[in-house]
C-alpha cells in the first residue's frame, strides 16, 4: 500500500543549527509532497509544497527536496529557533485526491 | 477573522451516545475534509466534499456520516459511540478540488473522549 514514512524518533538540536527531516515514500510516485507543522493541540499549519519535477523549493528559513530516486523528500531549517519546535507531517499525494500522511517528526530545539 | 472552525472544541460522552461535531470555513474553499487523528498521532482521512458533493469516502463504521449543508459547511454525526472513537476530529478544507497541489489548511479540532 501506499506509505509515507518519517523518523519517528525526536530530533533534538541547538539553536542556530540546521534542522534536517526525512520523507521516504514507497510503493508509489507520489506527483508533489507536502510540509505541514503541527503544534500540540493544534490543527495542521501547511509550510511548502514541492512538485515531483522540482528539486529543490525554498522559504525565508526553510528549504525541501525532492529526490525521486531515492525516494525522499529532505525539509530543512536553517539558523533553527526554539520556536521552531513543533511536529513536521509530510504528506504525499494519493489516489483519488486524497493526501497519503506520515506520522510525523517531533523537533526540539534547545537554547 | 477565523478560517476553519469546528465546534466543540471539547466533547466528553458515555459509550453509545450520539454526538455531532460542527466544522464552518469563511475561506471560500471548495473542498472540506474530516480527518481522525489517533493517540498514535496518525492522520487518517474519514471523509471529503466538494461543493456538497460526497468525494472522498474511507472505510469508516457506518455509524460515521458527515453531512454538507452547503460548501462553507461539513457536520460530522457519529451514532452508537464506543470507546475507540476516541481521537481528535479535525476538520479541513482546501480551494479547489483536492487535486494536485491543493494545500489543505485545518481547524483546531475537536477531542473526543468517550468513557
Known amino acids: 500500500s501506499q506509505k509515507i514514512e518519517q523518523n519517528s524518533e525526536a530530533l533534538n538540536i541547538q539553536e542556530g543549527k540546521t534542522a534536517t527531516l526525512t520523507c521516504n515514500y514507497t510503493?508509489?510516485?507520489?506527483?508533489?509532497l507536502q510540509w505541514y507543522r503541527q503544534d500540540p493541540g493544534r490543527g495542521p499549519v501547511f509550510l511548502l509544497l514541492i512538485r515531483e519535477n522540482e528539486k529543490e523549493k525554498r522559504k525565508e528559513r526553510l528549504k525541501v527536496t525532492f529526490d525521486t530516486t531515492l525516494k525522499q523528500s529532505l525539509f530543512h531549517i536553517t539558523a533553527s529557533q526554539p520556536a521552531d519546535s513543533a511536529t513536521y507531517l509530510c504528506?504525499?499525494?494519493?489516489?483519488?485526491?486524497?493526501?497519503?500522511w506520515g506520522l510525523g517528526t517531533s523537533l526540539a530545539v534547545n537554547p | 477573522d477565523t478560517a476553519v472552525s469546528q465546534t466543540p472544541k471539547y466533547l466528553v460522552t458515555q459509550m453509545g451516545n450520539d454526538k455531532s461535531i460542527k466544522c464552518e470555513q469563511n475561506l471560500g474553499h471548495d473542498t472540506m475534509y474530516w480527518y481522525k487523528q489517533d493517540s498514535k498521532k496518525f492522520l487518517k482521512i474519514m471523509f471529503s466534499?466538494?461543493?456538497?458533493?460526497?468525494?472522498i469516502n474511507e472505510t469508516v463504521p457506518n455509524r460515521f456520516s458527515p453531512k454538507s449543508p452547503d460548501k462553507a459547511h461539513l457536520n460530522l454525526h457519529i451514532n452508537s459511540l464506543e470507546l475507540g472513537d476516541s481521537a481528535v476530529y479535525f476538520c479541513?478544507?482546501?480551494?479547489?478540488?483536492?487535486?494536485?497541489?491543493?494545500?489543505?489548511?485545518f481547524g483546531p479540532g475537536t477531542r473526543l473522549t468517550v468513557l
Open positions: 510503493n508509489y510516485s507520489p506527483a508533489y
Open positions: 479541513a478544507s482546501s480551494p479547489r478540488d483536492g487535486g494536485t497541489g491543493d494545500t489543505q489548511y
Open positions: 504528506a504525499g499525494a494519493g489516489n483519488n485526491r486524497k493526501l497519503i
Open positions: 466534499y466538494n461543493n456538497k458533493e460526497l468525494i
